[in-house]
Each structure stands twice: as C-alpha cells, then as structure tokens.
C-alpha cells in the first residue's frame, strides 16, 4: 500500500466494515424487537451496557495501544511480535479477574434491583467479552501494520455469522441468551480466520515465543491506562443513561429508549470509521510534529463530518414516525420524544469523534482526562436528577447535552496542543441544510405512502444536500482527497 493513498484507502476499509456492521444491525434490530419483547429487548440492552464497561478493560483499552505503538516501529528487535503478545496476554489476565468476580457473585439473586439474576446469562456475557477481547486486540494488530485489507472482510463477515446464527438460536426459543451465543461463536470463528492470516504479516510462531522483557511497559501501560479511563468516560455517555433508566423505571422503558439510542446512533457510523482510521495514521503525524497537517485535516474531517450528519439528522427527524412504525412497531412510537431530543446531541459526538481519535494518537491525554471525565460525571449527575422526574425524556436531555459538549471540548483539547479547529463554514452550512429541510418536507407533503417517503425522501434528500454543499464550497472532494492521502 503506497503512502499517497494509504490513509484514504485505510479509511475506505473501514467504512466499507462499518457499512456492513450497519446493515446486519439494521436487519437484526427488528428481529430481536419481535421476538423478545419490548422487556426482553431492555434486558439485553441492559447486558449489553454491562458488556461495554467490561470490554473497555479487557480489550478496547488494549487494542488503542497496540494499534497505536506497532506503526511506530521503534529500534527494538522484535517490537511487533512484543506488542502483540504482551497485549493478548494482559487481555487474557484481566478475563481472569473478571471470571473470578464471577465466581463470587453468581450466587447472588439481582432481581430486586435488576430483574435479572446473576446466573448463566452472566456467564455468557463473561464469555463473549473474553472473546471480543482478543479479537479486538488481534484485529488492531492487523490494521496497524496496514492490513485493513485483511481484517475487515473477516469484520464484516463476523456480522453476517453473527446475524445468521441469532436467527438459529431464536428460532430455537434461547430467548435473550440467543444473542450473546451467537455473538460468542461468530467471534471464535472470525478470530481463528483472523490469526491464519494474521500469520501472513507476523508470524504467530514468532508472537507465541516472543520474549517481552524489552518492552517499555510503563509506556504500554500509561497509555493503556489513559485509553481505558477515556473509553470508560466516553462509554459512560451513552450506557449511564440505560442503567438508571432499568433502576427507576423497567425493562420495557429501557427497550423504547434504546430503540432511540439506536436510530441516532446511525449518525456515527461515517465518524467511527474515521475515528479508527486517525488513531494510527495520524500517529507519526504528532511525533513529527506537522501540527500544520494535523489541523488542516482535523478542520477539513470536523467540516464533512458536520455537514453529512445535520442531513442524516434532518432526514431521521422528517421521518421518524414513519421508521418507528415499520422498523419497530407502533408500540415504539413511544420512543419519538427522547430521539427527537437527543439528535442535536448526537450531531455534536459525531463530529467530536475524529478529533477524539487525533488527540488521543498523539498521546495528548492530559486535557483529555479532565474534559472528558468531567463530562461523564455531568452526565451521571444530569440523570440522576432527571430520570426519576422526567423518565425518558429526562434521560435523553442530560444525554444529548453531554454529546454536544463532547464537540466543544475536543476542539479545546487540540486547541490546548496547538492544533486548531477552524474555516467550517457554519453559515453555509446554515444555508444548505435549511434548504435541504424544505425540500425534503415539500417531499413528504406529496408523498402519501410511508413506504415511499422512506425510499425517496432519504436519497433526493442527501443528493440536494450535497450539492448545494459543493456549490456552497462546504465539500471539496479533491481538497479532502487531498489531506486523506
């Protein structure tokens, strides 16, 4: 992969796995809607929040570091090889601890607070969070030696197993536990795929009996340690909210507020995929010290990212009864106030994401720390105090004001390093989406058929969006393909 097209190629990979993950989950959400219930929908919300606590620890925190270090290709013999095992192993020991915790508690009845019992369901949790943990940190490993090409068709293949076998395990009436098992075994499956052609880039031969004394693992585990802390914070935005949601109110509440989580959370799709792509690819740019590069894409990324996301915004909004409706069922449409709040929110993360990614490649950590965690707390504080008065809505409110701030402070952050956020054209943007909002509701005012505000509105919609953003100036392709290579 030649260095011209490499960051863009990169980022065409991963969006390419992000669209593909998308898609199963569009299909598969409606699937487990129908067959478990609005109840047993928020019950596996609520595993799955448990889940994203859990994996930052065992894995997500874990593979930012590999991902990071492996491009920096230190003068140490074997670096590669070191890295990797040293992360496997350090994944493998903090499963342990979690397996022993366990132990302890299953015994323990948690229906009173939780209306679900510590007992097998947990188990599977356990065991699909060991697994993601090390395909998490085997996947990062291959994207880091610029492999993307190899790791994420296997990603989104991963997906499509998953999806397959869920239809299995339901149809078999496993109920919430069909899910988690069929996430265990789509993973097991990807992640033995993934090692045989890991062994094309590193040998696994050379990473089982690499010696890893001879890495900095202060440095490992530092970086590590930020990385977790972060994620943790960051993850605590958009799970917070469902937990005190399951403790003030119940499972069924849960099932309609995740259903909102999820459609906005299709806003973050394209920022993900970039997201992941500049962790390792602006790297060298921060031990280079080109802040003059590293802001000119910041800037351009936070301009893209802002204009396709207020589209995507306005177009869920202009048909969120009728998607609601067919996608979940009418009983869902109790859901419509709490994602309607929560869109100006999550137009803010979507364009904080990227430049989350630049700082953190630049282990600029410190403001970070601060920023973000700050920002969780207000964020736990907001619902603890709206939720028992306001329910859903008040758990949308303070989640959709702790992702904008989210956009403010990263620009802060970058600013704080000498990397500034600027030129994004806010009153052209004003501009195109106001007439791309009128347009789409002249649409939905001839259209009669929900069927066929949902298949024409969506494209005509993002055609006049982008248009008027070229002409305006706003999307410049050849500038953006430009600063991606």
Not at 60 to 77: C, M, N, T
Not at 239 to 245: C, E, K, M
Not at 302 to 313: H, N, P
């Amino acid at each position: 992969m030649s260095s011209k097209t490499s960051l863009f190629s990169r980022i065409l990979s991963i969006l390419s796995a992000n669209v593909g993950k998308m898609i199963v989950g569009i299909l598969m959400t409606p699937i487990l809607v129908r067959y478990l219930g609005s109840e047993g929908y928020g019950e596996l919300s609520f595993l799955l929040s448990i889940y994203s606590y859990l994996i930052l620890f065992s894995g997500s925190g874990l593979a930012a570091s590999v991902q990071k270090h492996i491009p920096e290709a230190r003068d140490i013999k074997n670096w590669k090889e070191m890295l990797v095992k040293y992360h496997l192993l350090t994944s493998l020991k903090i499963i342990s601890t979690f397996v022993i915790f366990i132990l302890l508690v299953t015994s323990v009845d948690l229906t009173p607070l939780f209306e679900i019992k510590a007992s097998s369901l947990l188990w599977l949790l356990i065991g699909y969070v060991a697994i993601e943990s090390l395909f998490l940190v085997t996947r990062s490993s291959v994207m880091a030696v610029g492999a993307e090409k190899v790791s994420e068709p296997i990603y989104v293949f991963r997906y499509i197993l998953y999806f397959v076998l869920c239809i299995v395990f339901l149809s078999r009436g496993l109920g919430v536990a069909a899910p988690l098992l069929a996430h265990m075994l789509s993973i097991l499956i990807s992640l033995t795929l993934l090692f045989v052609k890991f062994d094309r880039y590193i040998p696994v031969r050379r990473i089982l009996f690499s010696d890893t004394k001879g890495l900095p693992t202060g440095e490992l585990v530092s970086f590590s340690s930020s990385s977790i802390f972060l994620s943790f914070a960051m993850i605590s935005l958009y799970n917070t909210d469902l937990i005190i949601l399951k403790i003030v109110e119940n499972s069924t509440t849960v099932g309609y507020y995740k259903s909102a989580l999820v459609i906005v959370e299709f806003l973050w799709f394209i920022p993900i995929a970039i997201q992941t792509a500049y962790l390792h690819s602006t790297s060298q740019l921060w031990s280079e010290n080109k802040t003059k590069d590293l802001e000119r894409i910041a800037s351009t990324t936070t301009r893209t990212v802002l204009s396709l996301s207020l589209v995507m915004a306005v177009g869920i909004m202009s048909l969120s009864d009728q998607f609601i409706g067919l996608y979940y069922g009418l009983e869902f449409l109790n859901a419509k106030t709490a994602l309607l709040i929560l869109l100006p929110g999550a137009i803010g993360f979507a364009v904080a994401r990227p430049l989350y990614a630049i700082c953190l490649a630049g282990n600029q950590t410190r403001h970070l720390r601060y920023f973000i965690g700050g920002c969780a707390l207000l964020n736990g504080v907001l619902n603890i105090i709206l939720i028992p008065q306001y329910g859903m809505a008040g758990a949308a409110v303070a989640t959709s004001a702790t992702y904008g701030l989210m956009f403010v402070l990263m620009t802060m952050s970058l600013r704080l390093n000498g990397v500034e956020v600027k030129n994004l054209m806010l009153e052209s943007q004003i501009v195109a989406i106001f007439i791309t909002t009128v347009v789409i509701y002249g649409f939905k005012s001839i259209l009669s058929s929900n069927i066929a505000q949902l298949i024409i509105i969506p494209p005509v919609g993002f055609v006049i969006h982008t248009t008027m953003c070229h002409r305006l100036g706003i999307l410049d392709v050849k500038s953006i393909y430009k600063k991606v290579t």
